[in-house]
């Protein structure tokens, strides 16, 4: 009998370690699928808008070469720098950004688009939901600088909105449009990351929070856009769908509520970054009436 006991505990022992061993693999290997989304390819450029535009070179703090377009204008009221959203380039097809170049160089704005580190066709292996895309979007405005004296606008959507409103607080920026942002990367994934992973969150959330750091670099503690609001003085505008289900409404709520000078948007619609899609009029319009008022 003791013996049957001792056996039991010693198969129980190793079925829990390989239980374990076995959703710290898939964990691991959700993790390194996560920060290395499949890179969305260009399908087209500015000239096939009727748009001039340059291709460009922005070297990121850590040395890594982000490739963009500056899409200049001859007598621009200011520069809209744009950051595109997880697993996205500088197109963000979802919106689409192709429909909105033409329309911003038409209202007098230039414009610099770009693709983060691991995305598009930029050097840099993983996506780190704005982390280290902090550092890439101030080169970014560092360069618009360069190229223009005029006033810089921040527009980000998704992982790029977050970035944006991250970044405002230490840039010298005249407005933030915010698309559909997120207010806590850590405290966002303990909730939603099961959009992402397509797993259960227990165990698995916790597991993967835990161990994609130690190979990706990704530290989610720094992507806290709601401690920046408070901080950020531009003004700024954030839009986001009632029914999004990748990243709540709720998360721009509790940003507009921690800022200044905000306002929001909520759309009465589903989907994520899914706005401009629904009420493509109501859109434009609230962005160039914002831009109007700050500007």
């Known amino acids: ?15 829990v370690l390989v239980a374990f ?22 399908t087209f450029t500015p000239k096939t808008l009727g748009v001039k535009y340059e291709n460009i070179t922005i070297e990121s703090e850590d040395q890594q070469d982000l490739y963009g377009w500056w899409i200049p204008h001859p007598t621009p009221r200011a520069t809209i720098v744009f950051a595109h959203g997880y697993g996205k380039n500088r197109e963000q097809s979802d919106l689409p950004l192709k429909e909105l170049i ?4 038409e209202q007098g704005y230039q414009f610099l688009t770009f693709d983060f580190r691991g995305s598009g066709i930029s050097e840099g292996d993983r996506v780190t939901v704005g982390a280290k895309e902090q550092s ?21 959507v998704s992982m790029g909105a977050a970035t944006a409103l991250a970044t405002a607080d230490e840039t010298d920026v005249a407005a933030v449009i915010a698309d559909s942002p ?22 698995f959330t916790p597991v993967i929070m835990t161990v994609t750091p130690w190979f990706t670099g990704l530290d989610a503690d720094v992507v806290k856009p709601i401690d920046d609001m408070a901080q950020i003085e531009a003004p700024v505008l954030l839009i986001h769908s009632q029914g999004d289900d990748a990243i709540p409404v709720s998360e721009s709520e509790q940003l507009a509520k921690a800022g200044e000078d905000v306002e929001l948007w909520v759309t009465e619609n ?26």
């Open 1 to 15: 009998m003791n013996r049957w006991v001792k056996y039991m505990g010693i198969a129980v022992g190793v079925l």
């Open 21 to 42: 061993l076995a959703v710290v693999g898939i964990s691991a290997h959700i993790g390194d699928q996560l920060t290395s989304p499949e890179r969305e390819t260009l």
């Open 102 to 105: 033409p329309e911003f160089h």
């Open 136 to 156: 890439d979007l101030a080169a970014a405005i560092a360069y618009a600088k360069e190229r223009s004296d005029g006033p810089i606008v921040l527009y980000g």
């Open 182 to 203: 997120f207010s806590d990367l850590r405290g966002y994934l303990e909730t939603n990351l099961p959009v992402w992973s397509d797993l259960p969150n227990f165990p």
């Open 270 to 295: 589903d989907g994520h970054v899914q706005s401009h899609r629904s009420f493509q009029t109501e859109y434009r319009q609230t962005v160039f009436k914002f831009l109007e008022r700050v500007l």
